[in-house]
């Protein structure tokens, strides 16, 4: 592969000003989610002055970070069906959904961690879950949305059309309280609850990182599907002058080409990367100011890129879901295609995942 086709799939994001990134308080969303029942080497690699892993596979007994998102988005759509103000700890989530009509359902939906997560919030809340999901999702998956109690309903095309479906059903059905983490016109406010929710991780990640000698760290890549943890991740970092680099597979690198062109931009389906978590063709309206103002490029990584970095993280001891490892696939393409953004510098890889597919994992690392 030459350094030109390298080139071509890192993006350097011409709208980049941090300046008009919209930072909000989120200490409230780290509180609530303290209550709820349930933290190697790669710098030579990359050629960075550091390199942390921020690995989210056991987060509240779940394998992603999307719990902290759809806790906290889910603690909002109650008080908000209810008319109540928002509780201040899980406690008081719990005496909420006690008072929400019967047959009230949490729905949403996913393309993997996000629906687990609604329907494991559901399930500690005693509500039911009506979980949409494309029809290529990994049986695995399934499997696991399906024990937390949820309906499933396979949709016959891409995670963007489960998300249409889901829509559709919430409008018709006045009993289904729809927990999206993506927006569309008319939805947006319980997806911003999303973002918002993700803020604890980036204030660990920070925390993290100090409390190994550093001020912070200069450039984190971040999986990016439809774009809500990579706004929470600019919403977060740019106050602190910490840069963020989107990743997404190749041929659903909905953000970058975006990013390009300057407006959101659709990729059609079908999508059929490894990275299920990531196989999304549309930016989130409400992810989209955020992420043309505050990313600082943008990489495309092959379903390959992402099998070495797997492989790569599983030598370290980091056993890594499909989307997760992207990030180690991005932080890799771009010291390759545009050296200066991680020479020298620290780097956060944010690994989202752990492994969700055992059966595609072991078949991936081989023997151990």
Not at 69 to 78: F, L, Y
Not at 81 to 87: E, F, K, N, Q, T
């Amino acid at each position: 592969m030459t350094t030109t086709a390298l080139e071509d799939r890192v993006s350097i994001n011409s709208h980049f000003d941090p300046s008009s990134v919209r930072s909000r308080s989120t200490a409230e969303v780290e509180a609530f989610h303290l209550t709820m029942p349930g933290f190697p080497s790669l710098a030579q690699q990359l050629g960075a002055k550091a390199v942390f892993v921020k690995y989210e596979a056991a987060r509240l007994g779940l394998p992603s970070f999307k719990i902290v998102g759809a806790s906290w988005a889910v603690n909002c759509a109650i008080a908000e069906r209810l008319g109540s103000s928002v509780p201040a700890d899980f406690a008081g989530l719990l005496e909420l959904a006690s008072h929400l009509p019967s047959g009230t359902t949490l729905t949403t939906a996913t393309d993997g961690n996000h629906g687990r997560a609604v329907a494991h919030v559901a399930r500690l809340a005693g509500l039911p879950s009506r979980i949409f999901v494309p029809a290529d999702m990994a049986t695995p998956r399934r499997v696991d949305i399906a024990g937390e109690g949820a309906e499933i309903v396979v949709v016959d095309g891409s995670y963007d059309d489960a998300v249409r479906q889901s829509a559709a059903s919430a409008r018709d059905r006045p009993h289904e309280l729809i927990v999206s983490d993506t927006s569309w016109p008319g939805y947006e406010r319980i997806p911003a609850q999303v973002v918002a929710g993700y803020a604890t991780i980036h204030r660990e990640a920070l925390a993290q990182v100090r409390a190994h000698g550093h001020t912070g760290f200069d450039i984190a890549f971040v999986p990016a599907g439809v774009g809500s943890f990579a706004s929470s991740a600019v919403q977060a970092l740019a106050p602190v002058r910490s840069e963020v680099v989107t990743v997404e597979p190749q041929d659903t690198d909905c953000i970058r080409r975006s990013l390009v062109v300057g407006a959101p931009t659709v990729v059609p389906g079908p999508h059929r990367s490894i990275m299920a978590g990531l196989n999304c063709g549309e930016v989130s309206a409400i992810a989209w100011p955020q992420l043309r103002c505050g990313v600082r490029a943008a990489a495309a990584v092959t379903d390959d890129e992402t099998r070495a970095a797997i492989r790569t993280l599983a030598r370290l001891g980091i056993p890594s879901g499909e989307s997760g490892a992207a990030a180690l696939a991005g932080a890799t393409l771009v010291a390759a295609a545009t050296p200066g953004l991680v020479q020298d510098r620290v780097v956060l890889l944010y690994d989202s995942e752990g492994v969700t597919d055992p059966d595609a994992y072991a078949a991936l690392i081989g023997p151990s």
